[in-house]
């Protein structure tokens, strides 16, 4: 099977990983997920997954607490999920790495750009946890910097809508989709795909972004194979 894209880099909601709890982590909807990365996987697509930690931390609504202390907070969470992915994707046979951008060598490796490439071109999906690292950046713009890093083809940002809209969806039954976007749209009408700061950083590096719906995560395999899914944001 020819696919579309060599490499992608994955971004993971921690939402998602909750399913209808609402919070931590619901393993029927891991398994879900993992199924179709695994499935993607053997198409001969290079995978890394960035995750983010929502399930657990919220840094933006942690009240009068220090900023920097809350999104550290938050990179702890995006390392928890990226090691119950891995755990799930594994006991599927799939071999996984688990890099973090602080250092915890007592459960990962630390984020070394190299060795995460020379992961990805021996078929392992690597997992990148703790964002980039550093407070005052989303796991969003985190995907954007390791994309770049990695040279990844494309960002699959997987949501829980199928694509970006003029007007959330879910309030406004009018609301239209758009099939492609630019950055500089996405950044000027302030729409719901990713932060500024990530969007720009795509945008800089030329990395288009795959938005679709994550319910259905047999999707993942879909845009591996470069079918007409979702919103494509790119300029």
């Given at each position: 099977m020819q696919t579309k894209y060599k490499r992608v880099l994955l971004k993971l909601s921690g939402e998602a990983l909750a399913g209808e709890k609402k919070f931590g982590l619901d393993y029927e909807v891991i398994t879900e997920i993992c199924k179709s990365i695994k499935e993607a996987a053997e198409l001969g697509t290079e995978i890394a997954i960035v995750v983010g930690g929502g399930n657990f931390w919220r840094g933006r609504s942690s009240g009068s607490m220090d900023r920097t202390r809350a999104d550290h907070i938050g990179m702890l969470g995006?390392?928890?999920n990226a090691l119950a992915v891995a755990d799930v994707l594994e006991n599927m046979g799939v071999v996984v790495r688990v890099q973090t951008a602080?250092?915890?060598q007592a459960v990962a490796e630390p984020y070394i750009r190299n060795r995460a490439i020379r992961h990805l071109e021996k078929g392992r999906v690597v997992i990148f946890g703790c964002g980039t690292g550093n407070p005052f950046f989303s796991t969003d713009t985190a995907s954007a910097l390791r994309a770049a890093?990695?040279?990844?083809?494309v960002i699959f940002k997987?949501?829980?809508?199928?694509g970006v809209y003029d007007k959330d969806p879910n309030k406004y039954p009018d609301a239209v989709k758009y099939d492609e976007l630019t950055f500089s749209e996405v950044i000027a009408k302030g729409l719901a795909v990713m932060d500024s700061t990530a969007a720009a950083m795509?945008?800089?590096?030329?990395?288009p972004v795959?938005?679709?719906?994550?319910s259905r995560p047999e999707n993942i395999v879909s845009a591996v194979k470069g079918e007409r899914i979702g919103t494509l944001v790119r300029d």
């Open positions: 995006t390392t928890m602080i250092a915890m890093e990695i040279e990844a083809d997987a949501t829980m809508v199928d795509c945008r800089d590096n030329d990395i795959l938005v679709f719906n994550l």
